[in-house]
């Protein structure tokens, strides 16, 4: 049951962790270098976050994919 919920809630998760690595990269950019820094931070955070992070939400988009394919399957008479 837990394992179920955790794998469940595990788009969610990562979508907040983007989220918040973005917020994170804006506010240090704005303290470091004004306008500039920020959208510099913004930057590299969305490169990081597609580099590490990315990989997990095209994971989790095979899961669904499959999941609906083998949802058509069972319902085939």
């Given at each position: ?7 469940n ?19 240090g ?35 669904k ?6 949802n ?6």
């Amino acid at each position: 049951m837990l394992s179920r919920l955790i794998v469940n809630s595990w788009a969610v998760l990562i979508e907040i962790a983007l989220w918040l690595l973005l917020l994170v990269a804006i506010i240090g950019g704005w303290h470091a270098g004004g306008f500039g820094g920020a959208i510099a931070g913004l930057i590299i955070a969305f490169i990081i976050g597609s580099m590490f992070l990315g990989a997990f939400l095209v994971l989790e988009d095979i899961r669904k994919s499959v999941r609906a394919i083998e949802n058509r399957q069972q319902y085939k008479p």
